[in-house]
């Protein structure tokens, strides 16, 4: 069994920035991603590493503005946003699982409860 918990959300201004963390216990060679949902919208893919960290995945909507690293010793994935806009204003949850398409959802076994982001224009 894989628990995930998130940390490192908060309220930011519109330009600022935030690092998120998510420690996993118990996860093994697994793919680490990030997704996001708003209040009313679908949940979304934000982010996402490979367990040798050779291959990374980004949304558009975050590409050139957002950082994902993990650190296997440590168990932990950070997603590193700057420029933060409002329309990044959600609930950011970590995922892990073994799936080769990091996009997608259903390539996710474990969830953790989230970490809400809002950013203020």
């Known amino acids: 069994q894989v628990q995930l918990v998130e940390s490192g959300g908060g309220l930011v201004q519109a330009g600022g920035s935030l690092r998120l963390s998510c420690a996993a216990s118990?996860?093994?060679?697994?793919?680490l991603g990030w997704f996001r949902q708003a209040p009313g919208k679908e949940r979304e893919f934000v982010a996402a590493i490979t367990w040798s960290s050779s291959r990374t995945a980004y949304a558009d909507s975050v590409k050139g503005r957002s950082t994902i690293s993990r650190d296997n010793a440590k168990n932990t994935v950070w997603l590193q946003m700057n420029s933060l806009k409002p329309e990044d204003t959600a609930v950011y949850y970590c995922?892990?699982?073994?799936?080769?398409?990091?996009?997608?959802?259903?390539?996710?076994?474990?969830w953790g409860q989230g970490t809400q982001v809002t950013v203020s224009s």
């Open positions: 118990g996860s093994t060679y697994l793919t």
């Open positions: 995922a892990a699982g073994r799936g080769s398409l990091l996009r997608i959802g259903s390539s996710y076994d474990y």
